[in-house]
């Protein structure tokens, strides 16, 4: 089941804004694990993770970008970019 990157990030920005998630690649995660468990559908595809990591910080390394957090927890560069992905998959469309 194809479901639109702003969706699914939308979904990622709420769960990061009331505290329940810390990070957004685990708020990405949990939003479209959610989306299973509603729809009975076991496989849910999206490129909201691509569109996210299109904002990494340039400190981040390429080998890295999956294995070390981009912002320390409570910074918010992590809604603001997140807000970012989400206009940037809006306006594709997606």
């Given at each position: 089941m194809k479901v639109k990157s702003s969706e699914i990030l939308t979904k990622a920005l709420q769960l990061i804004e009331s505290g329940e998630q810390?990070?957004?690649?685990?708020?990405?995660?949990?939003?479209?694990?959610?989306i299973?468990?509603?729809?009975?559908?076991?496989?849910?595809?999206s490129k909201a993770m691509q569109v996210w990591m299109t904002f990494r910080p340039k400190h981040v390394s390429?080998?890295?970008k999956n294995l070390a957090e981009w912002w320390p927890?409570?910074?918010h560069?992590?809604?603001?970019?997140?807000?970012l992905a989400i206009e940037k998959a809006?306006?594709?469309n997606d």
């Open positions: 810390k990070f957004v690649c685990a708020a990405i995660q949990d939003a479209e694990t959610q299973r468990w509603d729809t009975g559908a076991n496989n849910v595809i390429e080998n890295l927890k409570g910074d560069v992590r809604i603001d970019t997140l807000k809006k306006k594709g």
